[in-house]
């Protein structure tokens, strides 16, 4: 079961036990709040204080460096949906996002299934799959640029097997340099997705399918009948980590392609890097940003919700 | 009950086959990086004359020395501060029932929901005006105001679990609130913590944007910046650029071979508090 919200539950239903002068099996004192301070001290200066000067910044020309700037209103919001670069940026990230959720969930949970009964070699292969997940992903990034390379390893491979016909310059062909991207991340995180997908696995009880079989349901049936459905919650913390995560994805398509060729592979991620700090418009990467933001709000309310509503049915 | 079928053993090889797409780009890797330079084979086939020459190369034109030490000393002192201060707050968090308590848990989780990129530029300037651009302490109080949100949010859950007959036992035995979370209340959140430890660690030390942005233009640098600067030089010799990467992922790789079993699960259940 999700526990995303009931763990996120506060505590509201529990008797409240402090002040009054009542003691024993009760609340901490309220005092004990200062034990949050500290926490709260470090999240203020990082998160939540640049954050709203951010809010703030993004209605600016603000160029990062000067003392001054001018207040400009939506100008910078009204670039972004006017400029090419920018809407490119934006289809892009959804793009990306998109194709890596369907993708990435896919082979995680073909790995899933693969792996949750029977075999031999299950534990050894679990964690050859999700080895990728730990490892920097600027190493994998530089990997994958050298195996895609015209004489690098995948082209050569592809010889070697026969399909020399399907050799690319992967990274210098706009299309192709976003196919790659999405396959990196997938082959980079799926095992991340696998891991989730067979602990979902591993709370169906057996005799659920047995039942189904005993029925006469193939495996086929049972499976899209029985355990899919079951696996509901595993999907949809799977769908709202890998979505996030496509939104936010910076490190990949920087060290990858740079965003290139000709800004095929452009992202608001690095566009508003680019923006702030190679061409000093802090004020327009900050509106960026804040784009970001809200697209991965509105999709992270509407998965919570949507999660929400599972749970109870 | 379940019985090794012919049709399991042929799922048994795709799986196998399928973990050659996983093993072989890491395997070109490391072949790759133990060959001598004039040497032009496919980087498929196994390396005939293997050579360190590339890893000492890289060792000490990467810098890597310094680069690990300076990763090794954030993610370190970032993961102490994160586990230190999110176990601290979630105490009253998890155990105070009042308005106040609950308002500050929900604004504290909203910030999993903020992209850091937003706070990731007006902080640059702040860390400059301040004088902690290009120091690691900047790195630090970062990692420890972004984490914070995950991590109390695990530790909450978590706390929630445990029955308060504990902690009233101490109290009746004269024990102070300080003294009777660290002897009582931090001990029995020895499995999330475990948890925190790992997931913040992996995010830290693999982390590029925060130190390419706050320690650009420094000698300082972490691995994951230090390897962008060194490509951007080596690009072509890629033996000598594999080699620090190999180099920069071993630490990473030795821990989760050591700890896979709870690294896996702390990621499958991180979710679930």
Do not use: C
């Amino acid at each position: 079961m999700s526990s995303v919200g009931t763990a996120a539950r506060p505590a509201t239903e529990a008797p409240r036990t402090d002040g009054g002068g009542r003691r024993g099996p009760a609340a901490p004192s309220r005092k004990l709040l200062w034990f949050a301070l500290p926490a709260l001290a470090f999240y203020g200066f990082a998160v939540v204080v640049p954050t709203l000067r951010g809010g703030a910044l993004a209605f600016t020309d603000w160029d990062g460096l000067s003392p001054d700037y001018n207040v400009v209103g939506f100008d910078n919001f009204a670039r972004i949906f006017s400029s090419d670069s920018s809407l490119e940026a934006l289809t892009m990230t959804l793009i990306f996002a998109f194709a890596i959720t369907v993708l990435q969930n896919a082979v995680g949970l073909l790995l899933a299934v693969g792996l949750h009964t029977g075999l031999k070699t299950r534990n050894v292969l679990r964690v050859v799959f999700f080895a990728p997940v730990v490892i920097t992903p600027v190493v994998v990034a530089y990997l994958w640029k050298f195996m895609l390379t015209p004489d690098g390893a995948v082209n050569g491979l592809l010889a070697a097997v026969g399909l020399g016909a399907l050799r690319q310059s992967w990274l210098g062909d706009p299309t192709w340099a976003a196919v790659s991207v999405v396959m990196i991340v997938v082959w980079q995180h799926a095992g991340y997705s696998m891991v989730i997908y067979l602990a979902g696995l591993q709370s169906i009880s057996p005799e659920v399918i047995e039942a189904a079989a005993v029925d006469g349901a193939g495996a086929w049936r049972r499976f899209w009948s029985v355990t899919w459905p079951l696996l509901a919650t595993a999907t949809t913390i799977n769908v709202m980590l890998t979505l996030i995560g496509g939104f936010k994805m910076f490190t990949e398509v920087y060290v990858l392609t740079g965003g290139g060729p000709g800004g095929a592979t452009e992202t608001l991620s690095t566009l508003l890097y680019k923006s702030a700090f190679q061409f000093d418009q802090f004020g327009y990467g900050i509106a960026l940003a804040l784009v970001l933001a809200v697209i991965v709000a509105v999709f992270s309310v509407a998965q919570y919700r949507l999660s929400n509503r599972q749970a109870v049915s | 009950m379940f019985r090794y079928t012919k049709g399991v053993f042929a799922r048994e090889v795709v799986m196998l086959l399928a973990a050659l797409v996983f093993v072989l780009p890491v395997y070109i890797l490391v072949n790759l990086s133990l060959r001598p330079a004039n040497d032009a084979s496919s980087p498929l086939r196994p390396v005939t004359a293997p050579t360190f020459s590339n890893y000492v190369a890289a060792w000490e034109q990467a810098g890597l020395a310094g680069a690990l030490l300076n990763s090794a000393i954030v993610t370190g002192v970032s993961v102490v501060l994160i586990v230190v201060i999110s176990s601290m707050a979630a105490y009253p968090l998890a155990r105070i029932t009042s308005k106040l308590s609950s308002t500050v848990f929900w604004l504290v989780l909203a910030g999993m929901l903020i992209p850091f990129q937003v706070a990731l530029i007006p902080l640059y300037q702040t860390m400059r005006d301040v004088g902690l651009l290009g120091s690691l302490w900047a790195l630090v109080i970062l990692y420890a105001g972004m984490q914070v949100p995950f991590s109390i949010f695990l530790y909450t859950g978590f706390l929630r679990t445990i029955p308060r007959e504990y902690e009233e036992a101490a109290s009746i035995d004269g024990a102070g609130a300080l003294r009777t979370f660290r002897s009582v209340i931090f001990p029995l959140l020895r499995p999330v913590t475990g948890t925190v430890v790992i997931l913040n660690a992996i995010t830290v030390w693999n982390d590029f944007l925060v130190p390419l942005l706050y320690l650009s233009g420094t000698a300082r640098q972490t691995v994951t910046v230090a390897l962008y600067a060194f490509v951007g030089q080596y690009v072509s010799n890629w033996p000598i650029v594999f080699a620090g990467l190999v180099i920069s992922i071993l630490p990473v790789l030795v821990v989760y071979f050591l700890l896979q079993r709870r690294i896996i699960s702390g990621f499958a259940g991180g979710l679930k508090g």
